[in-house]
């Protein structure tokens, strides 16, 4: 687990290797039934008890695990009670030292929660940035006249609202456009910059809002400073990257909501000629084996893991795993848990159901030590 290590200097501009991007393409084509069959597959489903025993361990539990101090943690969040709390059961990757991931340690009620203050609370803030805003004005719900409080894109007084593009190409469109195709990612805290790849200090950033950061700082080793939270319908893909804006090497989080995805993740970079690699390229029995020999200028990724990750899971990214390259290449449609598929329920919004065609991940990163 990283401590108060410095953050290394990589560069943010610079190019996945080739082997992972195969690997990613490959997965991304794979037929729907023969990614359930991979043997290269990790799939951490503890109640199925399907997870691959050669790739995945118990290890440690980093963060929180007494089930008493989870119950409390979650009740502070949702505002109610959570009975029955089960110790959370947590997978290191034996092949990607410092990647953990903790299949469901979400329950429904913080699940939902969580989504409600992202897609109705925090999306209405119009300091939190998002895709739209590169090119659009985003037009915002009136406020609620009892309270004051925000409405929500997904209220019936939005659904006229029109985006109008800031230049052409771009074409107006509406608020079920923006739900259903256009809106892809929401910053929150530090709003990080995807063309320069910072995070600006001017304007200076909205504070991380306080529940969310709560809840993430009482279960994982970091401070959330800033996040990303992705959107996705299937057969949108997250490209192969490293997050490495941030200016320590702490821990980052993620928390999947919604339909599963393939999240693809390559370690030993610069190492990938280490004498491990080398032997684990002569052994290969699998094409995909054969792929960590393949490099890029000289380079590779040493070992690919491909992982499906489900609603309420959650990852950890820390010490050699913080900064490896990672991305989605998949998310599987028809794959949202029922109870949740119809979220935010009927009404007269436009988003009735909206989450059975989505996921939704919540990245949280910590900026400074
Ligand atoms: O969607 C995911 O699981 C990963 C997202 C991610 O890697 C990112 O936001 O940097
Ligand atoms: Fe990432």
Redesign the pocket.
Known sequence: MATNTPAPALDAHAKPPASLKTFYKRLQRADKHDLARRPDMVDCDSTAETFSPHLVRRCELPGVSLPSELSTVFAAFTGEAHEGVEAPVVYELLDVPGLYIYPALLPRKVQTALLHQLLHRHLSDPRHQTNVHLHYHVPYPPAHAQTGEAASFFDASARHLDFKPKASPHRPFTTRSLLDRKLR?MTLGGQYDWTSKTYPSYPSPPPFPADIKILIESLFPMKAEAA?A?V?SPGET?SV?R?VSEQCARPLV?L?LGCE?I?VIGVGDDEAETAETAETAETAETAETAETAETEGGRGVGRMVAVR?RSGDA?LMSGPARYAW???PRVVGGSCPEWLAGWPGGGEGVGGGWMGGK?V?L?VRQMFD
Do not use: E
């Open positions: 990612w990303i992705n996705y997250l990257h997050d993620s999947s995805a999240f990750l990852v990672h991305g989605v996921r991940n990245n």
